[in-house]
């Protein structure tokens, strides 16, 4: 990064996440990789934590012995509009991140989305750590 000017912060990950239910997004300006093998390999790489992430939920009910088969395969069809509209939150929060900025996204995300899509058909559960949204569709 630093070869092209920019810095750990420049950097915004998303990914899924199976610590997080189908239809959770949880966007945070930094943090831990909370046992997320991606993240802990991005963190390793970047040296850092200082980096925004999207993490979005997949896990529905109990996970299976084996995570990779899990986490590789298919929607099921009854979920894939959940996912949609999920995918839809998510691509509205890098939108205005990159746009923005995360802190905006943190202070209206109803507002930063409608921005961005005439409409709004999620909840936004108001459960904040200091830098912190959980969306739940």
Known sequence: LAAYGQAPADVLAVVDDVALELGQLRIRERGSHGGHNGLRSL????????????????????????????????????????????????????????????????????SARNSRRRENHATIIDARTPSTIWATI
């Open 43 to 110: 963190i390793e790489s970047l040296s850092s934590e200082e980096f925004p992430r999207v993490r979005v939920g997949i896990r529905k009910g109990d996970l299976p012995a084996e995570l990779a088969e899990y986490v590789l395969s298919d929607f099921p069809q009854e979920d894939v509009l959940v996912v949609q509209e999920m995918v839809g939150w998510a691509a509205d929060g890098v939108e205005c991140a990159i746009g923005d900025g995360v802190p905006r996204y943190f202070a209206d995300p109803a």
